[in-house]
Nanobody
Framework: QVQLVESGGGLVQAGGSLRLSCAASGLTFSRYAMSWYRQAPGKERELVATITSAGGTTNYADSVKGRFTISRDNAKNTVYLQMNSLKPEDTAVYYC?????????WGQGTQVTVSA
C-alpha cells in the first residue's frame, strides 16, 4: 500500500520559514517525480514545485521562485519543501504528489498558515 505522509506544517508569521517533509512508502521512490501542490480555501489546487526522480531538475511556480526550494533524499524516501520569506498568500493545505508514468499518488496534506 502506497503512503505519502506530509509533516512540518504549522502557523508562522510573515517573513518566517517552514520546512515540509513528505515520507513515502510502498513504492520505488527513486522512480517517481515528486511535486508539492497547495490549495487555499475557495481556490483550485495549484502546482508549487516539482523535482525529477534523480533530483537533477526542479521547477517552481512563479509565485514561489526564489523563496521555496524542493529537494529529495532517495535514500530516505523523502521529499522536502523549504519555504522562506513566507507571505500570508502562501496560506494553504500543502500536498505531496508522486508520479511515474500513469501512476499518481497523493498525501493527505499539511496545513500551512502565515499570519500578517
Amino acid at each position: 500500500q502506497v503512503q505519502l505522509v506530509e509533516s512540518g506544517g504549522g502557523l508562522v508569521q510573515a517573513g518566517g520559514s517552514l520546512r515540509l517533509s513528505c515520507a513515502a512508502s510502498g513504492l520505488t521512490f527513486s522512480r517517481y517525480a515528486m511535486s508539492w501542490y497547495r490549495q487555499a480555501p475557495g481556490k483550485e489546487r495549484e502546482l508549487v514545485a516539482t523535482i525529477t526522480s534523480a533530483g537533477g531538475t526542479t521547477n517552481y511556480a512563479d509565485s514561489v521562485k526564489g523563496r521555496f526550494t524542493i529537494s529529495r533524499d532517495n535514500a530516505k524516501n523523502t521529499v522536502y519543501l523549504q519555504m522562506n520569506s513566507l507571505k500570508p498568500e502562501d496560506t494553504a493545505v500543502y500536498y505531496c504528489n508522486a508520479v511515474w508514468f500513469t501512476l499518481r499518488y497523493w498525501g493527505q496534506g499539511t496545513q500551512v498558515t502565515v499570519s500578517a
